[in-house]
């Protein structure tokens, strides 16, 4: 690969990685398969190929790695445990937040992801690439390997689908910076146990949807309604503090959440607030440990059944606390 190709293809790995995180839902796979994509293209070249548009070779190697990856995925997520969420994007807050790319935090949303299931490999990729990234038809047919009209056709369906369910959040700086401080002061609330702030807050049908995978502690059925939520979320909060977990502000998949901490700084859980129009209508929190690792090292105060390795004989077994 010569050095402008090397520049080239290392510039196109946020979008590279937005395809295949938006394709996957799993920040590792997503990692996994840019990086397949970049070692393809090394190896094409050593072997004397010309590639003359590094984008799309990049961009298409990643979309059928994706589409194989979910063919292979879809068994596992019809046997999942519980509710499925993503594995979170999490940036801290101060960091870099949505407000730049409000268009691409949208369709990075848990929410969105969630929906995004319910679509094949293929038509999750047509939809992905069409819609969130604004490819035309021909170049969709293209990465996806079918015809201009099919591809028509699959886009058509998967969109009525789509936005059938979607949520529709205000992504604009201004709203995002209103979510933020909506977030800030629910948090607070929590914290405090000031149940009437957080019902201000709450939507009148909030959920609250918890993804444990089977092996933390998630509760079955989300609590839905402002008061069911509020109670729940106050109670759990006093668990923390007894406990010691505490949280920090972050952007979640492009909404404002908060990372969850134990006093060992090891990774609990990880929450995304939906906010429309001034309220809190959803809150998604992931617990699943096997989707917590890539932002450092995991609790085990939540796990079901702890490995040996987390457990330390000289001090007792921490009680599991369940998380949403």
């Known amino acids: 690969m010569t050095s402008s190709d090397e520049t080239a293809a290392a510039g196109y790995r946020p979008l590279l990685f937005s395809i295949a995180y938006g394709m996957t839902g799993s920040v590792g796979d997503a990692e996994d398969i840019v990086q397949d994509a970049m070692l393809g293209l090394v190896k094409a070249q050593t072997a004397g190929t010309a590639v003359a548009n590094v984008k799309a070779y990049l961009t298409t190697a990643v979309t059928r790695l994706g589409i194989n990856h979910l063919g292979s995925a879809r068994v596992r997520r ?59 038809y021909p170049e969709v047919a293209g990465l996806v390997g079918r015809s201009e009209a099919n591809c028509r056709q699959i886009f058509a369906r998967a969109r009525q689908r789509i936005h059938a369910g979607a949520p529709k959040p205000d992504g604009t700086p201004a709203r995002q910076a209103e979510a933020a401080a909506l977030a800030e002061r629910f948090f607070a609330a929590a914290a405090g146990g000031d149940i009437d702030a957080l019902l201000e807050m709450l939507a009148p049908d909030v959920v609250l949807v918890g993804d444990g995978g089977g092996k933390a502690q998630a509760l079955a059925v989300p609590p839905t309604g402002g008061p069911a939520v509020a109670r729940f979320i106050t109670g759990l909060f006093r668990r923390f503090g007894r406990i010691g977990i505490a949280l ?21 859980a990880v929450m995304s607030l939906d906010v429309i ?43 599991a606390h369940p998380v949403p």
């Open 78 to 136: 019809e046997t999942y445990v519980g509710a499925w969420l993503p594995e979170p994007l999490v940036v801290p807050a101060g960091g870099p937040g949505p407000a730049e790319h409000a268009e691409l935090a949208d369709s990075l949303s848990m929410a969105f992801l969630v929906l995004l299931e319910a679509l094949s490999p293929v038509e999750r990729a047509v939809f992905m690439l069409r819609e969130v990234f604004g490819y035309g």
């Open 248 to 268: 920090r502000p972050a952007w979640v998949n492009g909404r404002p959440g908060a990372i969850f901490h134990d006093a060992a700084d090891r990774v609990v």
């Open 277 to 319: 129009n001034g309220r809190i209508e959803a809150a998604r929190s992931v617990v699943n440990p096997d989707k917590l690792g890539h932002l450092g090292e995991v609790s085990d105060l939540g796990l079901i059944h702890k490995p040996d390795h987390m457990v330390r004989p000289e001090q007792p077994t921490p009680t």
